[in-house]
């Protein structure tokens, strides 16, 4: 008797791509307008890293898919539905965010209609993760800056007068023995937030087990940030008050600009070892 003839395995993964393909097509003039500004917004310069890193966790993760069963959810589709639903409004709303956030979502809702629910409980992460490349809207962003930047000149004045400097803050001016300082929107702490969120992310889910301890830590990075955020300030101010002003240009200031991740990384990898050890 003849052999029934089997589809071959590049068909397959062909007639799989197809779909992902038509996503890319439709949403490329988005993706291309989100690659701009990635180069040219200094504030979202780590977008490039998002997808490079979903996709290498992807990839360690690649025996584990090929191994779970793959059966259609119909959710996905409901999905898929309010995505593109998005898409539309969005476009003629020409509102950035959610046109950006639907291509997440709509990807997403793919993935779970075409692969089922137990791809997407090994995958909900990375596809998350992608909405770290997403810049977050103007409006957020300067309603959260200036707090930011209140609250680093209230503490910095506060701990410099504790130690006997005499500081006073005007708005978000620090005057201190002749010299002033201005904590700047650049030096409010959003721009490390922004990326020190998709930092904590990443942690969090890479040394954490249980999903509560990965939930504290990442909420955690926003207070962590505003404490390296306070540390900067603070050297900058004693340097400015006790060696020269020029430690705030170029390229000194940048130099402490890094010194908010340093910070940062420590606290996140202190608190990330107490946890592993409160929720083992």
Same mark, same amino acid.
């Given at each position: 008797m003849p052999e029934i003839a089997r589809p071959k395995p590049v068909r397959v993964i062909g007639l799989a791509v197809i779909p992902f393909a038509a996503l890319v097509l439709i949403y490329l003039p988005v993706l291309y307008d989100l690659l701009v500004d990635w180069y040219t917004d200094a504030n979202y310069s780590h977008g490039f890293l998002v997808p490079i890193v979903s996709g290498v966790l992807l990839w360690k993760k690649r025996r584990w898919l090929l191994s779970v069963s793959r059966i259609r959810d119909s959710r996905g589709l409901i999905l898929i539905i309010?995505?593109?639903? =998005?898409?539309?409004?969005?476009?003629?709303?020409?509102? #950035?965010? $959610?046109?950006?956030?639907?291509?997440?979502? $709509? =990807?997403?809702? =793919? &993935?779970?209609?075409?692969?089922? *629910?137990?791809?997407? *409980?090994?995958?909900?992460?990375? =596809?998350?993760?992608?909405?770290?490349? &997403?810049? &977050?809207?103007?409006?957020? #962003? #300067?309603?959260?800056?200036?707090?930011?930047?209140?609250?680093?000149? *209230?503490?910095?004045?506060?701990?410099?007068?504790?130690?006997?400097?005499?500081?006073?803050?005007?708005?978000?001016?620090?005057?201190?023995?002749?010299?002033s300082l201005e904590v700047a929107e650049a030096c409010s702490g959003i721009r490390s937030l922004v990326s020190l969120l998709a930092l904590g992310a990443i942690y969090a889910h890479v040394t954490q087990k249980q999903f509560s301890a990965k939930l504290i830590l990442f909420v955690s990075t926003i207070p962590i940030t505003v404490v390296g955020n306070v540390f900067r300030v603070l050297v900058t101010s004693l340097l400015v008050y006790m060696v020269t002003e020029k430690v705030t240009e170029e390229p000194l200031h940048s130099l402490m600009g890094i010194s908010v991740f340093v910070v940062a990384f420590i606290l996140l990898f202190v608190l990330g070892l107490i946890l592993r050890r409160i929720f083992k």
């Amino acid at each position: 008797m003849p052999e029934i003839a089997r589809p071959k395995p590049v068909r397959v993964i062909g007639l799989a791509v197809i779909p992902f393909a038509a996503l890319v097509l439709i949403y490329l003039p988005v993706l291309y307008d989100l690659l701009v500004d990635w180069y040219t917004d200094a504030n979202y310069s780590h977008g490039f890293l998002v997808p490079i890193v979903s996709g290498v966790l992807l990839w360690k993760k690649r025996r584990w898919l090929l191994s779970v069963s793959r059966i259609r959810d119909s959710r996905g589709l409901i999905l898929i539905i309010v995505g593109l639903g =998005l898409f539309v409004i969005a476009n003629g709303a020409a509102e #950035y965010f $959610t046109l950006r956030f639907s291509f997440v979502l $709509t =990807l997403f809702g =793919l &993935i779970c209609y075409l692969f089922g *629910k137990e791809v997407i *409980k090994l995958t909900w992460f990375e =596809l998350f993760f992608l909405v770290f490349m &997403i810049p &977050i809207p103007y409006v957020i #962003y #300067y309603a959260v800056a200036f707090p930011m930047q209140a609250l680093a000149t *209230k503490i910095t004045v506060s701990a410099l007068n504790v130690i006997g400097m005499g500081a006073i803050r005007q708005g978000n001016i620090i005057h201190i023995s002749g010299h002033s300082l201005e904590v700047a929107e650049a030096c409010s702490g959003i721009r490390s937030l922004v990326s020190l969120l998709a930092l904590g992310a990443i942690y969090a889910h890479v040394t954490q087990k249980q999903f509560s301890a990965k939930l504290i830590l990442f909420v955690s990075t926003i207070p962590i940030t505003v404490v390296g955020n306070v540390f900067r300030v603070l050297v900058t101010s004693l340097l400015v008050y006790m060696v020269t002003e020029k430690v705030t240009e170029e390229p000194l200031h940048s130099l402490m600009g890094i010194s908010v991740f340093v910070v940062a990384f420590i606290l996140l990898f202190v608190l990330g070892l107490i946890l592993r050890r409160i929720f083992k």
